[in-house]
Nanobody
Framework: QVQLVESGGGLVQAGGSLRLSCAAS????????MGWFRQAPGKEREFVAT????????YYADSVKGRFTISRDNAKNMVYLQMNSLKPEDTAVYYC?????????????????WGQGTQVTVSS
């Protein structure tokens, strides 16, 4: 069992930056590969980024590639999402997720645990 708590969301103007954090507790954090997903109003939840448990391998949705960076600190049980050049279409609730695997995934169904989410709003 692992518990996930996201933080760092807020209101930002287009072109601005935010860094989301996800704190994990429970089982050994380095057993898990991690992902970030988001859900905009009236839309389905979608994949944003994933990182494997060692932190070596990352993968991004095309819509955020080059603007967002996922990283992790296994010593602190933390995963981060640095978001730059934000656009109004990035407005969503952002969720952190964990899966017991050496590899990340862009499939929601691959994840075992989810946080409650943090709201990101980008104004134009």
């Amino acid at each position: 069992q692992v518990q996930l708590v996201e933080s760092g969301g807020g209101l930002v103007q287009a072109g601005g930056s935010l860094r989301l954090s996800c704190a994990a507790s429970g089982r050994t954090f380095s057993d898990y590969s991690m992902g970030w997903f988001r859900q905009a109003p009236g839309k389905e939840r979608e994949f944003v980024a994933t990182i494997n448990r060692s932190g070596i391998s990352t993968y991004y949705a095309d819509s955020v590639k080059g603007r967002f960076t996922i990283s992790r600190d296994n010593a602190k049980n933390m995963v981060y999402l640095q978001m730059n050049s934000l656009k109004p279409e990035d407005t969503a609730v952002y969720y952190c997720a964990a899966r017991i695997s050496s590899r990340g995934s862009y499939f929601m169904s691959a994840y075992d645990y989810w946080g409650q989410g943090t709201q990101v709003t980008v104004s134009s």
